[in-house]
């Protein structure tokens, strides 16, 4: 499968070489793209190098200025969608995503004939390492909390990693999405699962930043807790809009476990 890894980066410096690195090692031949916000600790000079060195599988992407996780995909998937790749990868740049699950994500939109795999740190109990208690607690929590009032049948409705087909980006109305913290991933999520494309977990380890330090804000944290009653809200002109009555997922749609 022609695959992209969609890289956003802010202030990722020790960590964003030795990453692609190892995305370009993994046996799947994905093509890298980093999405840097203008940096100040020098990102997006390392990924300029980066892209030099590649033989052309690792690219970038320069923003004047941060403005956030959302917004970046936003980019990176129109600029991937644009070259014709088939399947948009999202993971961050800090190794708490794993680069040797890349294979399985892409063995189970293949295999599983997937739209959307998300790497699930909630499907076998909770699968996180190195994070303190109140980071497990609150991303826990806020799942739990995103389930009931979206009614999404994916465990970790927040996750990061994960892989799109085209055809679901190509769906979705990606100009209409307005989160741009975790609630991205929760946002984008809703609209597949709404479209009825068959999304599918799979078990990840999550792990602890490498380097650097976490962009956590209050912003983020407030965007999470209002924006899954406002999806609620707009679920059926959602529906409405692309042709499905409102009501409970349709049969083949998403909640199908790998
Ligand atoms: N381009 C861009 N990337 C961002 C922005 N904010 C965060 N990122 C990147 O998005 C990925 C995930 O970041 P966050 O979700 O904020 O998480 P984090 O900073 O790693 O914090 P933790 O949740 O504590 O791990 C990382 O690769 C960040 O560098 C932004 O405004 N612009
Ligand atoms: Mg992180």
Request: with cysteine; glycine share 8%.
């Amino acid at each position: 499968m022609n695959a992209i890894v969609v890289i956003p980066t802010y202030n990722e410096a020790d960590n964003i070489e030795s990453l692609v690195r190892a995305v370009i090692g993994q046996p799947v031949g994905a093509h890298v793209l980093i999405v840097d916000d203008n940096s100040p600790d020098g990102t997006g000079a390392i990924a300029n190098r980066l892209v030099q060195e590649s033989d052309g599988r690792v690219h970038a992407l320069h923003r004047p200025s941060k403005s956030g996780l959302g917004r970046a995909y936003l980019a990176g998937f129109a600029w991937a969608l644009e070259r014709g790749y088939e399947a948009m990868i999202e993971m961050d740049a800090d190794f708490s995503h794993d680069p040797a699950y890349l294979p399985t994500l892409v063995e189970a939109a293949d295999g599983a004939d997937a739209d959307v795999v998300v790497g699930s740190r909630y499907l076998n109990g909770i699968s996180v390492r190195e994070w303190p208690l109140r980071r497990i607690l609150l991303s826990y929590f806020a799942n739990y909390y995103v389930r009931a009032i979206t009614r999404l049948i994916v465990n970790d409705t927040t996750s990061g990693f994960r892989l799109y087909r085209r055809r679901v980006l190509e769906a979705i109305d990606l100009g209409s999405i307005r989160s741009n913290g975790y609630s991205f991933q929760v946002e984008m999520t809703f609209r597949a699962q709404i479209a009825g494309f068959r999304i599918v977990e799979v078990p990840i380890i999550f792990v602890e930043r490498r380097a650097g330090h976490s962009k956590m804000s209050k912003r983020v944290i407030w965007e999470s807790v209002w924006m899954p009653l406002k999806l609620r809200a707009r679920e059926r002109a959602l529906r409405h809009r692309i042709g499905r009555p409102c009501g409970p997922p349709a049969p083949n749609s998403g909640g199908v476990r790998g």
